[in-house]
């Protein structure tokens, strides 16, 4: 779903107010600041993706060698995570055997998810690492018992970017203006804060989510043969297309000019940084294909909760990313086009689609049982948000909490410079303290 500039311009010209909350001229540079709804050439929070060509068959190529490349990066950051925990054997075990290991895990699913702008390559990369730590020896509980907060983290870090893509939109709006539309850009903050601040106890004090994904890994094992379905995969497409000419080559040539312990953090960081520009192609080759004119559509995508969710999550499974799903609702936010309790419901939808998206899906493939198990945790996980958040009589707590949060913000006379410190503290400082004490 892509916003087209002169659309919303003509919008803004065509419906003026009292205040109006984007001028013409700014709505444009809002957009294109917001890099999430840019035309042909425009920016994505990815960096700058070259698009070739409007044609089927140029974006179609696009999408194929970014997809590639992501399966190809999955592979790679498996094959270092084995390098590095054969190599840095004790240490790593000392940190993800310690007490506060699953504390550091979740300190490190949020910085990392906030630094990338992608819960899907951090819980992607989360699955294939801890698989490989597995493959070299690592307990199957203690894998679970760092991975499965390190994917809750993700999930808060990954709203870091609806909250920047706000100071974008506010070139042409008035402190009111701006202020008004900040529960709209937290409400996601709040929802995973809350969350993860219930479910991460839940989990420390019984085991709840680890102890399930482990019974269901279990039994898929042992039921269902998945060993063997995943063995059967890698050995008939994987190995053949990509571990052999690529990974394997890449490896030897890294650890042969560096060493073993170097080459393996080397590998990881290369690899990690394929994970992310492929998704950049990905994301961009999907949204040309969506593009569309939303004028039309947008009224009756938000005209009930139920179609605000299949909204978000229709969004989101297709363009592979939850931070451009939410993020594509701030201008409609800023604009007074959706409000706040008619986003919620999309915000949720955008939530949910991450669990089971592509590069999701790939990544239980590719992480074996240990990425069914920690998958599983992060469908789990919303799953239990969605009827704790949106079902149950608790449904309204986030939107009155990111109100009242809004409305402090509000209240300060430089209400950018909260929300910035907002984002710092809660995205940067906090996890990095952590990690640092722990």
């Known amino acids: 779903m892509v916003v087209h500039l002169d659309t919303l311009e003509s919008r803004v010209h065509c419906t003026p107010t009292k205040h109006s909350l984007v001028k013409a001229h700014s709505g444009s540079s809002m957009l294109r600041g917001a890099g999430l709804m840019s035309r042909r050439g425009g920016s994505s929070p990815w960096g700058d993706v070259p698009i070739l060509s409007s044609t089927k068959i140029r974006v179609a190529l696009i999408l194929v060698v970014g997809i590639f490349l992501f399966i190809s990066s999955l592979e790679g950051v498996k094959s270092g995570f084995k390098l590095i925990f054969t190599e840095w054997q004790k240490g790593i075990l000392g940190m993800i055997t310690a007490d506060t290991a699953p504390l550091t895990g979740l300190a490190i699913g949020i910085l990392s998810t906030a630094l990338v702008q992608s819960s899907s390559a951090v819980v992607a990369a989360t699955m294939v690492s801890m698989s490989g730590m597995v493959v070299g020896g690592l307990p199957m509980d203690a894998a679970m018992r760092f991975g499965v907060p390190m994917v809750l983290g993700a999930n808060i870090g990954t709203t870091v970017t609806n909250t920047i893509v706000v100071f974008g939109v506010k070139r042409g709006m008035t402190t009111k203006e701006f202020g008004d539309t900040i529960p709209g850009v937290i409400v996601d903050d709040v929802y995973e804060a809350l969350t993860i601040s219930i479910f991460f106890i839940v989990e420390m004090t019984t085991g709840l989510i680890s102890n399930t994904v ?6 898929l094992t042992e039921s269902l043969k998945l060993e063997e379905v995943f063995a059967a995969f890698d050995k008939t497409i994987i190995d053949i297309i990509i571990k052999e000419p690529i ?107 991450t669990t089971v998206d592509l590069s999701q899906i790939y990544g239980y493939v590719a992480g074996g049982i240990v990425g069914v198990m920690l998958g599983s945790a992060h469908i789990l996980l919303n799953i239990m948000a969605l009827i704790l958040w949106l079902v149950s009589p608790l449904r ?33 400082v906090v996890p ?6 722990s």
């Open 214 to 219: 482990l019974v269901l890994g279990n039994y």
């Open 247 to 353: 990974v394997k080559p890449l490896t030897n040539l890294v650890t042969d000019l560096f060493g073993v312990r170097v080459g393996g953090v080397l590998l990881f960081i290369i690899w990690f940084a394929v994970i992310v520009f492929s998704m950049g192609l990905i994301t961009k080759g999907l949204e040309n294909l969506i593009q569309t004119d939303w004028e039309d559509k947008v009224k009756s995508a938000f005209s009930s909760p139920a179609k605000g969710f299949f909204t978000g999550f229709s969004i989101t499974w297709v363009v592979g990313s939850s931070s451009i799903g939410t993020s594509l609702i701030v201008p409609f936010l800023a604009t007074k086009v959706v409000d706040l309790k008619k986003a919620y419901p999309y915000l949720c939808g955008c939530n949910m689609a």
């Open 396 to 428: 309204f707590v986030p939107i009155r909490v990111a109100e009242e949060i809004g409305r402090r913000i509000q209240e300060n006379e430089n209400a950018s410079l909260s929300l910035a410190i907002w984002v710092i503290v809660i995205f940067f």
């Open 432 to 437: 990095i303290a952590i990690i640092y004490l």
